[in-house]
Structure formats: structure tokens, C-alpha cells
């Protein structure tokens, strides 16, 4: 760890080299990144262009971030179940919840479990 403060040349700061797949991926089997495109996202952190890591062997749970296949299409949204009801809902005032109804064609391939952001 590193603090975000004035800048140490000190060789006491600098840790073993970083393998990202050890750091962030636990199931490497199950585990697969997606880029995001569009802002339903934005109140949990996940912003346009960043990656999401997916585990397709993670549990589904009551307030999860799940990448969804609704109808054609795919989806963040976190997953909400209400009396039984699912629904998926945005964390962006601008978008709609959308309830998942026996008409409505619905996958879940996995849950994020990470996010990552390139800022330069």
C-alpha cells in the first residue's frame, strides 16, 4: 500500500510485481471482462469505457451487480427481488427499472465482482 500524499523514492514502498488475474480473479474458469457502454451504472462507480470482471460462478444475491441478458440484449443493472418479483434496477435516475416478468426472456451470466478504470 502506498499512501496518496507527497511522493517516496523509498525502494520501502515498492512490493513484489503485481499479477492482476492472482489479484482480482479468483475462479479464473468462470471469470471473463466486459467493457461498458452506457451510463445506467454511473450512482454505483461504473462509468462508460471502464471493464467489469464477471464470475459466472458467483452467487446471485439480493443487491448484486449482475450482467443480465434481457431479451437480445445485454444488461447492468443490480439485481432486486421483492415478494418473489425480480426486478433490475439502474443506478441512474435517467433509466428504468425493469421487472422481470414470465414474458420477458432473462439470463443472468454472472455477477461483477470488480471494476476497472484506465485513467490516462
Do not use: H
Not at 471469470?31 to 470482471?53: H, R, W
Not at 443472468?108 to 484506465?118: E, I, P, S
Amino acid at each position: 500500500m502506498v499512501k496518496a500524499g507527497f511522493p517516496s523514492p523509498a525502494d520501502d514502498y515498492i512490493s513484489e510485481k503485481l499479477d492482476l488475474n492472482n489479484k482480482f480473479i479468483t475462479r479464473p474458469n468462470s471469470t471473463f471482462a466486459v467493457c461498458v457502454d452506457g451510463e445506467s451504472m454511473t450512482g454505483a462507480g461504473i462509468l462508460p469505457k471502464d471493464f467489469v470482471l464477471v464470475d459466472r460462478s458467483e452467487p446471485v444475491k439480493d443487491g448484486s451487480i449482475i450482467l443480465a441478458l434481457v431479451g437480445n440484449e445485454f444488461t447492468l443493472k443490480r439485481y432486486k427481488k421483492i415478494k418473489g418479483n425480480i426486478f433490475l434496477v439502474p443506478e441512474n435516475p435517467n433509466f428504468e427499472t425493469i421487472e422481470i416478468t414470465e414474458n420477458v426472456v432473462f439470463e443472468v451470466w454472472g455477477v461483477v465482482v470488480a471494476v476497472m478504470r484506465q485513467t490516462i
